[in-house]
């Protein structure tokens, strides 16, 4: 609904496109396919999928192992290309960037979170959170500082900012990942299986974050197994065998945002 999605970007942090575009999507997929091949084998990983992503929006994916998730997480974080159909990033056609371009667009434009949350183990947490701004020209070293440590207060482990992940519960541990996705201010942050490897009251934690995150305005793209986590979301959609098969929109969720 329009007045949801102008709402939306009004509650966002992060950089919003000039006025009167809110309807554009943030990320737009037509009839994407991805066929992965190896010698022997040719795999349709997805097949024809149509979607949209608006700013502000929390949006679940689930699915049987195997349906696609990851591949369509990692297209829409600029990680992999389709084979076919057409992908835009803030109407950005990404198939027409060369690879120093998708790299600069996803630096500056996604946050990734992992199931095993991919900390660097010889690096402290401040310096693990750090490490995306590293890669930018022309920041200043106060700048850097004052960004890690926002992004620790976001996650509540400014505490721990010279421990080693090592050092860390696993709950810690994703947080300390979620804090270097949001590090750089991203437009979209993409959380393949976050609580994958986490027990229940830890995935509860993380959840209870990326929920309080979304509320502050951050736009979210959620792979999730668990139904329980994917009801928290605004909009849910399914994958079979590469294939959108099913679209789950919580509007009860959608008017509360309106209320906000
Ligand atoms: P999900 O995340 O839903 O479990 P994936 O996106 O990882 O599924 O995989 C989709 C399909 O693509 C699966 O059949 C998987 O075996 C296949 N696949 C994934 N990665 C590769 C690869 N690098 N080479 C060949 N096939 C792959
Ligand atoms: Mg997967």
């Given at each position: 609904m329009p007045t949801n999605q102008s709402n939306n970007s009004e509650l966002s942090n992060s950089s919003s496109?000039?006025?009167?575009?809110?309807?554009?999507?943030l990320i737009s997929l037509r009839g994407v396919g991805k066929i992965l091949r190896t010698e022997e084998l040719e795999t349709?990983?997805?097949?024809n999928i149509n979607l949209d992503i608006h700013q502000g929006e929390f949006l679940s994916v689930s699915g049987p192992s195997g349906c696609g998730k990851s591949t369509l997480l990692s297209i829409i974080g600029l990680l992999d290309e389709p084979t076919s159909g057409q992908f835009k990033l803030k109407n950005i056609t990404?198939?027409?960037?060369n690879m120093d371009q998708r790299a600069q667009l996803r630096s500056t434009e996604i946050g990734f979170i992992f199931q095993s949350f991919?900390?660097?183990?010889?690096?402290s947490v401040y310096e693990n959170v750090e490490l995306p701004l590293s890669?930018?020209?022309?920041?200043?070293k106060d700048e850097v500082k004052t960004k890690v440590e926002n992004a620790l207060d976001r996650v509540g482990m400014t505490h721990r900012k010279r421990h080693y992940p090592g050092q860390l519960s696993g709950g810690q541990q994703q947080r300390v990942a979620i804090a270097r996705a949001l590090v750089s201010e991203p437009s979209l942050l993409l959380a393949d299986e976050p609580t994958g490897n986490l027990d229940s009251k830890n995935g509860e934690a993380v959840m209870n974050l990326l929920t309080e995150l979304h509320s502050q305005g951050t736009t979210i793209c959620m792979v999730t197994h668990d139904p329980r986590y994917a009801d928290r979301s605004d909009r849910n959609v399914r994958i079979f065998d590469g294939r959108l098969v099913d679209e789950n929109i919580r509007t009860e969720s959608a008017d509360k945002l309106i209320v906000a």
């Open positions: 496109s000039p006025g009167g575009q809110h309807n554009e999507p349709h990983a997805l097949s990404t198939e027409k960037l991919n900390l660097i183990g010889d690096l890669y930018r020209d022309g920041i200043k």
